[in-house]
């Protein structure tokens, strides 16, 4: 398994809940889990995440109290070739769209590289942001 450089762990309230987000709703596969440890490592067009819920009996690494929505003041990015057809997917979801689909074009030097993206909330509150490459163009502003 060719696993990337960074694979975040999010912490969930109930497995099951978490595993038909993202496996039944958004696409992810289940490459292995722990159900005793109520644990699931997933994987969707080479993203992958841990989620695991949280347990008195397991050891945990929380550095301070968690409060929903858990996750605060990040948005996980994930490339995907299928940006409006998962939006249209979600869309009919009861999870909150977070940021309804947009063409965003960003700064990068002296080029500007684009985004076809929509932030949706996971049930315990994780901004997930998918986006599809709209590759690069010349400044249309300048800064």
């Known amino acids: 398994m060719n696993e990337p450089a960074l694979i975040p762990e999010l912490n969930?309230?109930?497995?099951?809940?978490?595993?038909?987000?993202?496996?039944?709703?958004?696409?992810?596969?289940?490459?292995?889990?722990?159900?005793?440890?109520?644990?699931?490592?997933?994987?969707?067009?080479?993203?992958?995440?841990?989620?695991?819920?949280?347990?008195?009996?397991?050891?945990?690494?929380?550095?301070?109290?968690?409060?929903?929505?858990?996750?605060?003041?990040?948005?996980l990015q994930m490339r995907t070739k299928d940006v409006s057809d998962l939006y249209k997917k979600v869309e009919n979801s009861p999870y909150n769209i977070f940021l309804p689909i947009e063409e965003k074009w960003y700064r990068a030097e002296d080029i500007e590289v684009g985004n076809k993206q929509f932030i949706i909330q996971d049930p315990d509150g994780y901004l997930l942001r998918f986006f599809e490459d709209l590759g690069e163009r010349e400044i249309q502003q300048k800064p």
């Open 12 to 75: 969930c309230t109930d497995i099951e809940k978490s595993l038909a987000f993202y496996v039944d709703l958004l696409g992810f596969k289940i490459l292995y889990d722990r159900p005793e440890s109520y644990f699931a490592m997933l994987e969707r067009q080479g993203v992958q995440i841990m989620i695991e819920q949280l347990s008195e009996h397991e050891r945990r690494w929380i550095a301070a109290e968690l409060k929903q929505p858990f996750g605060r003041g990040m948005n």
